[in-house]
């Protein structure tokens, strides 16, 4: 499983930006795929995750209503859409991938495969 992770940058607070992760083929209808963050001395967190069936998705309260995670089965890549972010927003972003048929909230507490970071800067 390889997972490729790109779209990070700086954008200005309220500003918007989405991540992607381009995974091995076959790979985003077979493992649930999540994306975690670090920011600068903090330990990683979960940001959210959807199922290996596209049906199912859960978010971290913090960004609930302001982050999604679509995904593309035909171009086998997972999304982020970041909306409205914030300084505290500011993060290494880790495209995950976990085969376990667990249900997706239980990506919270971690996923078994990374990938590269990707950084996302929030500032003006």
């Known amino acids: 499983v390889q997972l490729q992770a790109s779209g990070g940058g700086w954008v200005q607070p309220g500003g918007s930006l989405r991540l992607s992760c381009a995974a091995s083929e076959g790979v985003v209808t077979a493992y649930g795929m999540g994306w975690f963050r670090q920011s600068p001395g903090k330990e990683r967190e979960f940001v959210a995750a959807i199922s290996y069936t596209g049906g199912s998705t859960y978010h971290a309260e913090g960004v609930r209503g302001r982050f999604t995670i679509p995904r593309d089965v035909a171009k086998n890549t997972v999304y982020l859409q970041m909306n409205n972010l914030r300084p505290e927003d500011t993060a290494v972003y880790y495209c995950?991938?976990?085969?376990?048929?667990?249900?997706?909230?239980?990506?919270?507490?971690?996923?078994?495969?990374w990938g590269q970071g990707t950084l996302v800067t929030v500032s003006s």
């Open positions: 995950t991938a976990d085969p376990r048929r667990i249900g997706v909230q239980q990506f919270y507490y971690g996923m078994e495969i």
